[in-house]
């Protein structure tokens, strides 16, 4: 009997052990799954992110070529006219490939007071570039020729990127500073510093006044046209040749002053590269009111190629090296 009792005790031991078992294991099932739902919420939720942001990506390139689409072809000149001819007569223009017309530079005339007429301004002296990988204006920024800029003469802005303003009354230009590269204290450097101080001048304002047949001359800012007050390119519209004065995004020389900064720029260039905003050049060229339209809407694009075209043409004036308030308007 008692070797029974034993034996009903171990089996009703057993039992509540089974038992307990079997609720440890569902306890444990349960919290298995609890587990691999939330791994599996983790996962959708990565899946998800990432088709979002693939989503955003396409929606990016499409807004970017559809913006891209619109931008005007550029040509790069100088103080000269390419389109006359040897004889200085006007010629029809239908070259659309985007160059650099290069006018050497004489840095001792500079200290020449007044200012002597440049004899390298003739079309028959320059030296033309031709850039004839830019031929899709979708693709004007990965096309345009950043990493070939001509060193041979830093009056030409070192442009970065063109694209016209969203109203079509500009042509909005950003360029570097490319006096701030090779900045050493090495004669190589030194001499490249020297070298490139026209980058200087052009992001300082001068005032012009127009004369007959296109032409220009240097001004004060009172008897300066309205639109010539502040300015430093000459934009030629093409094909119609209409020109207009740029304009700088911002007075340089008025920021600097505000900062009270003695000097925006230097000679020898050693205290420029503290200073933020001369680091970037930002200018614009007026469109011309009967082509604003015609810019706004992008129907100058055809073919994802440009019908429209612009020269940008520095007026070629020394830096100045002065007192920030010392030219302002």
Not at 20 to 38: D, I, M, P, V, Y
Not at 47 to 57: H, S
Not at 268 to 278: I, M, Q, R, V, Y
Not at 295 to 318: H, K, L, Y
Request: proline share 6%; with cysteine; glycine share 4%.
């Amino acid at each position: 009997l008692i070797a029974c009792k034993r034996t009903n005790e171990r089996t009703n031991e057993d039992k509540k052990m089974v038992a307990l078992g079997n609720r440890r294991s569902a306890a444990l099932r349960r919290r298995g799954g609890r587990k691999l739902s939330e791994a599996t919420l983790l996962r959708m939720l990565f899946v998800m992110l990432g088709i979002i942001f693939l989503m955003y990506a396409s929606l990016m390139i499409i807004i970017a070529r559809y913006t891209h689409s619109y931008h005007p072809s550029l040509r790069l000149a100088v103080n000269a006219r390419p389109h006359d001819d040897a004889n200085g007569d006007v010629t029809e223009w239908t070259d659309r490939t985007l160059k650099a017309f290069i006018e050497p530079i004489d840095q001792e005339s500079w200290e020449i007071k007044p200012l002597p007429v440049r004899t390298t301004a003739e079309a028959s002296k320059l030296n033309e570039i031709s850039f004839p990988q830019l031929n899709s204006c979708s693709r004007l920024t990965e096309q345009w020729p950043v990493d070939s800029y001509p060193e041979a003469d830093p009056f030409l802005p070192w442009i970065h990127d063109v694209f016209p303003t969203e109203d079509g009354k500009f042509i909005q230009f950003v360029a570097q500073n490319k006096r701030r590269c090779d900045t050493g204290k090495g004669d190589v450097d030194r001499a490249k510093i020297k070298h490139r101080q026209p980058q200087v001048a052009l992001f300082q304002h001068i005032p012009v006044k127009r004369l007959e047949e296109g032409r220009y001359r240097l001004s004060s800012h009172e008897e300066a046209d309205a639109d010539g007050m502040e300015t430093r390119f000459i934009c030629r519209f093409k094909p119609s040749m209409e020109e207009t004065l740029s304009v700088h995004n911002l007075n340089y020389d008025y920021v600097s002053y505000r900062k009270n900064h003695k000097q925006t720029f230097s000679q020898l260039g050693k205290w420029d590269l503290k200073s933020l905003h001369t680091t970037q050049l930002m200018f614009r060229c007026p469109v011309p009111d009967h082509l604003q339209e015609t810019v706004r809407d992008g129907s100058s694009v055809v073919a994802d190629f440009a019908t429209m075209f612009v020269d940008v043409i520095p007026i070629r004036t020394p830096p100045r090296y002065g007192s920030p308030d010392s030219f302002l308007p």
